[in-house]
């Protein structure tokens, strides 16, 4: 089923239309949240918020237009959100009186059942994710995704000049970090 289908399916309220774009799309909109904020766990809800978002606004979609780019423009925007309210709780969390403050579980990873590749991973994410936006954005989208520049400039709202330059100094920015 193509995507122009699996449209029509969801718009008619049958499941395999669902389905069927879940499974075309799911694992590039996770590879993306997962990209922008670093976190695994993070990463699987906002894709499933991307997704619920997707499908309640389903109808403004334009079908002459790729849905996977739709979908990842969805997903950007969410972790956009996501980024901004997990800062606001950072400052609440930090703001609270440490008696009351000890009882807030450590969103970090386990040491103890990480391996020594994942660590590396890890650290390969965190990089990722502590890229301002402007850069971060067109980088997963080139290289994770494997979208064209031209593509990109279009999810992103910005000349395709402007992803070429920032993915540059994302690289830039990212062999800086390695080399420390």
Request: net charge positive; hydrophobic share 50%.
């Amino acid at each position: 089923m193509d995507d122009a289908a699996a449209v029509a399916d969801v718009l008619a309220g049958r499941q395999a239309g669902f389905a069927a774009l879940m499974a075309m799309h799911r694992e590039a909109v996770f590879r993306l949240v997962r990209g922008h904020l670093g976190s695994e766990a993070d990463a699987l809800e906002v894709t499933q918020e991307s997704f619920v978002a997707a499908f309640l606004s389903l109808r403004r979609y334009d079908p002459e237009r790729p849905f996977r780019a739709w979908i990842l423009r969805i997903a950007v925007n969410k972790s956009r959100d996501w980024s901004r309210r997990r800062a606001v709780r950072r400052f609440f969390t930090s703001a609270l009186p440490i008696d009351q403050a000890a009882g807030v579980p450590d969103a970090g990873p386990d040491p103890e059942t990480a391996l020594v590749s994942s660590r590396a991973v890890e650290r390969i994410h965190a990089a990722i994710a502590a890229l301002p936006a402007s850069l971060k954005e067109p980088l997963l989208l080139c290289a994770l995704e494997g979208l064209q520049q031209d593509e990109a400039a279009v999810i992103l709202g910005i000349s395709r000049k402007a992803v070429e330059t920032r993915i540059y100094r994302a690289r830039q920015k990212l062999a800086h970090l390695a080399g420390d």
